[in-house]
T-cell receptor, first 110, second 114 residues
């Protein structure tokens, strides 16, 4: 069974304090790993797709990396507006289904 | 680009009534649409996958006669919760996929059954 575990469950940072969120996964034949951001009461907002180990993608203060067992979402010099829950999901080859982790709730204090 | 809308954003209904939620892809044609349910502080749980003009594929444990899904066109899918009960109260979110693997999510619908 495909599984996704995200850590930590919650993270509090001061503005400008860089950190990383972890997504560990087990899936047979990874097609893609996806990162989303979700604000309270809203649907998830797409951030990145990673397809193979060693791949990296960046967007503003966010950088996502992928290994064969885990993905990291690095946040550099975060701002209060980066506060949200960050979700990781995996998709197996041949399947339409995304399997989500429970997310990491990030709070950035000014 | 890749905007998905949902309507209504919030709905309150009485136990035993039916509620319909619409999901639209506004700027692309969605080959596949998905319906999720999310409980507080829980992960998104896939309920069903639908392709335009085909019957939806439901996940194990999801009652297909209770959660009716219609994917009438490449830009519209509807979820009807029939004979709703308080335990059906939840946050329902749809997503849509074009030709790539990314799913783009709608803003969600908060359903409260009294």
């Amino acid at each position: 069974e495909d599984q996704v575990t995200q850590s930590p469950e919650a993270l509090r940072l001061q503005e400008g304090e860089s950190s990383s969120l972890n997504c560990s996964y087990t899936v047979s034949g990874l097609r893609g790993l996806f990162w989303y951001r979700q604000d309270p009461g809203k649907g998830p907002e797409f951030l990145f797709t990673l397809y193979s180990a060693g791949e990296e993608k960046e967007k503003e203060r966010l950088k996502a990396t992928l290994t064969k067992k885990e993905s990291f979402l690095h946040i550099t010099a975060p701002k209060p507006e980066d506060s949200a829950t960050y979700l990781c999901a995996v998709q197996r080859g041949g399947s339409e289904k995304l399997v989500f982790g429970k997310g990491t709730k990030l709070t950035v204090n000014p | 680009g890749a905007v998905v809308s949902q309507h209504p954003s919030r709905v309150i209904c009485k136990s035993g009534t039916s509620v319909k939620i619409e999901c639209r892809s506004l700027d692309f044609q969605a080959t596949t649409m998905f319906w999720y349910r999310q409980f507080p502080k829980k992960s998104l749980m896939l309920m069903a996958t639908s392709n335009e003009g085909s019957k939806a594929t439901y996940e194990q444990g999801v009652e297909k006669d209770k959660f009716l899904i219609n994917h009438a066109s490449l830009t519209l899918s509807t979820l009807t919760v029939t004979s709703a009960h308080p335990e059906d109260s939840s946050f329902y979110i749809c997503s849509a996929r074009e030709s790539t693997y990314e799913q783009y999510f709608g803003p969600g619908t908060r359903l409260t059954v009294t």
